[in-house]
């Protein structure tokens, strides 16, 4: 864990004995305070989960050789661990072996808001109808002018000298 900690790229400014300023050396450039008496970091991960943060943890090993397990809460501790499963756990039934419940109504599903933007499938069936017109355009072409379906070398389409090819230039490049 101590290796890991000084990959972590942030600079610990010590304030007092157990109060520091963590900053990213590179990045957002946000400044976190912790307080390692309290067991307090300004991003609250620390409160909120009781596992000591990055930037505890940077501040944590900078400081001494002491070991991050004191700084991670009590219920997290093998101890704990043990005590909360040292009676037996009972085993569960199958799901068709639960007791039925009736209230006497039926709770049906919250209704669901129409989610913003055009539909999924409708934006499918439009990509697929535009590429079956083109191709259908395409063949409709090939089938009238075949000596022009096959252009010379380095010819293109929008750029043909033909008097044919105009007509193509206009269904393909004009009319859409």
Same mark, same amino acid.
């Given at each position: 864990?101590?290796?890991?900690?000084?990959?972590?790229?942030?600079?610990?400014?010590?304030?007092?004995?157990?109060?520091?300023?963590?900053?990213? =050396?590179?990045?957002? !450039?946000?400044?976190?305070?912790?307080? =390692?008496?309290?067991?307090?970091?300004?991003?609250? %991960?620390?409160?909120?989960? !009781?596992?000591?943060?990055?930037?505890?943890?940077?501040?944590?090993?900078?400081?001494?050789?002491?070991?991050?397990?004191? #700084?991670?809460?009590?219920? #997290?501790?093998?101890?704990?661990?043990?005590?909360? #499963?040292? %009676?037996?756990?009972?085993?569960?039934?199958?799901?068709?072996?639960?007791?039925?419940?009736?209230?006497?109504?039926?709770?049906?599903?919250? &209704?669901?808001?129409? *989610?913003? !933007?055009?539909?999924? *499938?409708?934006?499918?069936?439009?990509?697929?109808?535009?590429?079956?017109?083109?191709?259908? /355009?395409?063949? #409709?072409?090939?089938? =009238?002018?075949?000596? &022009?379906?096959?252009? /010379?070398?380095?010819?293109?389409?929008?750029?043909?000298?033909?008097?044919?090819?105009?007509?193509?230039?206009?269904?393909?490049?004009?009319? /859409?």
């Amino acid at each position: 864990m101590n290796e890991k900690s000084r990959e972590l790229n942030l600079e610990v400014i010590e304030c007092s004995e157990h109060v520091a300023e963590v900053t990213a =050396l590179r990045g957002s !450039g946000f400044r976190f305070v912790v307080n =390692l008496h309290e067991k307090t970091c300004s991003c609250r %991960q620390w409160q909120v989960s !009781g596992i000591s943060c990055k930037h505890a943890i940077a501040f944590i090993t900078s400081v001494s050789n002491v070991p991050l397990e004191n #700084y991670v809460d009590i219920y #997290y501790s093998a101890e704990k661990f043990r005590v909360a #499963y040292a %009676q037996l756990v009972p085993a569960m039934e199958d799901k068709s072996q639960w007791p039925q419940s009736c209230h006497g109504f039926f709770m049906h599903p919250p &209704l669901l808001k129409a *989610t913003a !933007g055009r539909r999924k *499938t409708e934006v499918q069936r439009l990509h697929r109808e535009d590429k079956e017109k083109r191709t259908a /355009q395409m063949s #409709y072409l090939y089938r =009238l002018w075949p000596s &022009l379906a096959k252009l /010379q070398e380095g010819q293109s389409r929008r750029h043909c000298s033909n008097a044919g090819c105009e007509v193509i230039n206009y269904v393909l490049f004009e009319v /859409q």
